[in-house]
């Protein structure tokens, strides 16, 4: 018994994944082609892709943002979660990275479910709330810059639906949110986690999951 987060050493974790992880051949394939990237951390955990796609599921959604795509495994996570007509946005500056991910969500058979934008996610987010898309939405992924963070979430919370959900990345930093900040990317995580704290507008869950996984479920 424990009244904490159990802590997860490899064998353990091991043991997680061999329990529980169910991937199509192409997100293995894609990890694959990702570990040997210079930015290969920057990708999420599998059991962090499963778990999201069961919230894609469980909360019947069918279109969705993702702020951040890098090679494109949550995308593809989240695309093979989708019904048949299904939506993903996604925002990403990145051609070089992003095209890693391409042959993988059409060997999927998924490609037609993602609309990449390539360009800055809160101009592409902006465009989409006067074209009038505020609450279309039922899910959001942000992953990218974190000085931009509050500005993603910010935009996602209009486009999301009241009963929506958004999911944000990193809101642990490796620990160093719970330390006197180190870097604009730790003050700026650090600021909106005490924001998100005491926004009214959400209900509120932070996951120890991966590197810190906020669950904010708009009102």
């Known amino acids: ?74 995308a593809l996570s989240v695309a ?12 990403d500056i990145s051609d070089d990275y992003t095209r890693i991910g391409k042959p993988f969500w059409a060997q999927a058979g998924i490609a037609d479910k993602i609309d990449l934008q390539l360009g800055p996610a809160l101009a592409t987010l902006d465009a ?5 898309e505020a609450g279309l939405y039922d899910f959001a992924f942000i992953d990218a810059d974190k000085v931009n963070y509050d500005g993603y979430y910010e935009r996602c919370l209009q486009l999301v639906r009241p009963g929506g959900l958004i999911a944000i990345d990193n809101t642990l930093w490796s620990g160093r ?3 006197r900040a ?3 990317d730790t003050a700026a995580l650090q600021a909106l ?25 708009r009102r």
């Open 80 to 91: 093979l979660a989708l019904p048949a007509d299904g939506h993903i946005l996604a925002c």
């Open 177 to 179: 949110v719970a330390e």
């Open 1 to 74: 018994m424990s009244n904490r987060t159990l802590t997860l050493t490899d064998t353990l974790y091991d043991y997680v994944l061999a329990h529980s992880l169910r991937e199509h051949p192409a997100q293995t394939a894609l990890r694959e082609a990702t570990r040997g990237h210079e930015r290969a951390t920057m990708q999420i955990s599998p059991e962090q892709g499963q778990f999201m796609a069961m919230l894609v599921k469980l909360t019947g959604a069918r279109n969705t943002i993702e702020v951040g795509v890098f090679t494109g495994y949550s």
């Open 128 to 132: 989409r709330i006067r074209d009038g």
């Open 193 to 217: 986690n005490i924001k998100l704290h005491h926004d009214e507008r959400i209900d509120l869950s932070l996951l120890p999951l991966g590197d810190g996984l906020t669950l904010a479920r």
């Open 182 to 184: 180190d870097s604009d």
